[in-house]
C-alpha cells in the first residue's frame, strides 16, 4: 500500500486549497478513502471520507459546506478541495485507505501514527502540510 498527499501549502483565512492523494500497490477501488488531519498535540481526526464506488461522500461537522471530497477511480486518485479556509484547518493532512464505515471515520479519531491503522483497518500515506495564516 501506497498513499501519498501532495498540494498544501500556506493559504489565507478564506482561500483555497486542493488536496491529491496518489495510490498504488492496491486494489484502489476496494477501499473507501478518508482524509484526516493532525495538528501538534492533537490527535489524527477525519474530516472527510468517500465510498469506494464514490457515490457516497461524508463530513467532520467542522468542515461540512466548506470542503469537497472526490476521487476517479481509474487514476487511482483522490482529491479534497478545501474552500473558505480558517486558521483552525491548520494541520498536517493525510489520506488512508480504510476498510471501516465512512461515518466511524468522520465522527472518531486517533492516536496512532505509522503506516497502518488498526483503528481504521487500512493505511496512511505520507502527509502534507496545510497552514491556514495571513
Known amino acids: 500500500f501506497q498513499l501519498q498527499a501532495s498540494g498544501g501549502g500556506l493559504v489565507q483565512p478564506g482561500g483555497s486549497l486542493r488536496l491529491t492523494c496518489a495510490a498504488s500497490?492496491?486494489?484502489?477501488?476496494?477501499?473507501?478513502i478518508g482524509w484526516f488531519r493532525q495538528a501538534p498535540g492533537k490527535e489524527r481526526e477525519g474530516v472527510s471520507c468517500?465510498?469506494?464506488?464514490?457515490?457516497?461522500?461524508y463530513y467532520r461537522d467542522s468542515v461540512k459546506g466548506r470542503f469537497t471530497i472526490s476521487r476517479d477511480n481509474p487514476k487511482n486518485t483522490a482529491n479534497l478541495q478545501m474552500n473558505r479556509v480558517k486558521s483552525e484547518d491548520t494541520a498536517v493532512y493525510y489520506c488512508?485507505?480504510?476498510?471501516?464505515?465512512?461515518?466511524?471515520?468522520?465522527?472518531?479519531?486517533?492516536?496512532?501514527?505509522?503506516?497502518?491503522?488498526?483503528?481504521?483497518?487500512?493505511?496512511w500515506g505520507h502527509g502534507t502540510l496545510v497552514t491556514v495564516s495571513s
Open positions: 488512508a485507505a480504510v476498510a471501516v464505515s465512512c461515518s466511524t471515520v468522520v465522527e472518531t479519531s486517533t492516536m496512532e501514527s505509522g503506516s497502518r491503522s488498526e483503528k481504521y483497518r487500512g493505511y
Open positions: 500497490g492496491f486494489i484502489f477501488d476496494d477501499y473507501a
Open positions: 468517500i465510498g469506494s464506488s464514490g457515490e457516497k461522500t
